[in-house]
């Protein structure tokens, strides 16, 4: 009968432990979200700027999956993120009106490039981005492309099919890989490659590439965010989403952004609307 009255203590011990430890579990992950975005806010560094400032504004960690725009997209379709940080407008008004997100905000911008050896065998210099693709096509020259339908990869295809929609050159080669492997191939290789300019600022292995063109009006570059629906995935931390949402398009999100910087170069330009 003691022995009983024992195990029958520690197994009560046992459920309160338990219940203690998953209440405890719940409000840490009620505290996280999780946020899809492009590997080019990733490896820009933005992320590891912004994401302690919302820390200590709301209390909430953020858990960054960076992948390709397309591949953020299909996350957030599938209900594996409760929010997304991407820049294919196209595609993501496509989201919200297929139901998939709520309302799309734009938060900030920056700019493409075209990366290549300073050599320039195509002889691409200058401004005019379309111009410069039917010239690397001509001679066929070394292009790589992420080829990962992100949104640098979507930009890339829309600039090629006006400038050479017959083909691209021979040159041509996809890595379904994100921006910083693309620019290190391209570092290797003395390749051209569209790069946004975030990543850019903040690509160590530079080597013999150069910015050759820029400026082009048609290389503006919008991101936006957004939250999951959750009438379409009931588990979205709808709350805490929200909150990264409203923060980021705040002045105080917007100053965050603008503050940003590296070798006194501004990376990112906050342009979310103000009330």
Request: with cysteine; hydrophobic share 45%; net charge positive.
């Amino acid at each position: 009968m003691r022995r009983a009255r024992i195990f029958g203590h520690v197994a009560i011990a046992h459920t309160v432990f338990a219940a203690i430890s998953l209440v405890a579990y719940d409000a840490a992950a009620a505290q996280t979200i999780t946020l899809a975005s492009t590997t080019s806010t990733e490896q820009s560094g933005l992320f590891a700027h912004l994401l302690p400032a919302f820390k200590q504004a709301a209390g909430i960690d953020v858990k960054v999956v960076a992948v390709g725009t397309g591949q953020a997209l299909d996350m957030a379709r599938r209900g594996d993120a409760d929010v997304l940080f991407v820049h294919d407008q196209a595609a993501e008004e496509k989201f919200v009106a297929d139901g998939w997100g709520l309302r799309r905000y734009p938060v900030m911008y920056n700019d493409f490039i075209l990366v290549g050896g300073k050599g320039d065998p195509a002889g691409t210099r200058g401004n005019d981005i379309v111009a410069a693709l039917k010239k690397i096509a001509s001679a066929n020259a070394e292009f790589v492309s992420r080829g990962d339908k992100s949104g640098t990869h979507a930009a890339e295809l829309r600039y090629w099919q006006i400038a050479s929609p017959d083909g691209k050159g021979s040159g041509y080669k996809e890595c379904g890989c994100g921006m910083g492997p693309a620019l290190n191939i391209a570092a290797a290789s003395g390749a051209y490659v569209l790069a946004d300019r975030g990543t850019w600022l903040n690509f160590k292995n530079r080597d013999n590439l150069a910015v050759l063109v820029q400026g082009d009006k048609r290389l503006f570059n919008q991101y936006g965010v957004m939250l999951v629906n959750p009438a379409r995935h009931p588990h979205v931390r709808q709350a805490d989403a929200q909150k990264f949402v409203d923060w980021v398009v705040s002045p105080a999100g917007q100053g965050t952004i603008a503050a940003y910087k590296i070798s006194g170069e501004q990376l990112f330009f906050p342009n979310a609307p103000q009330p």
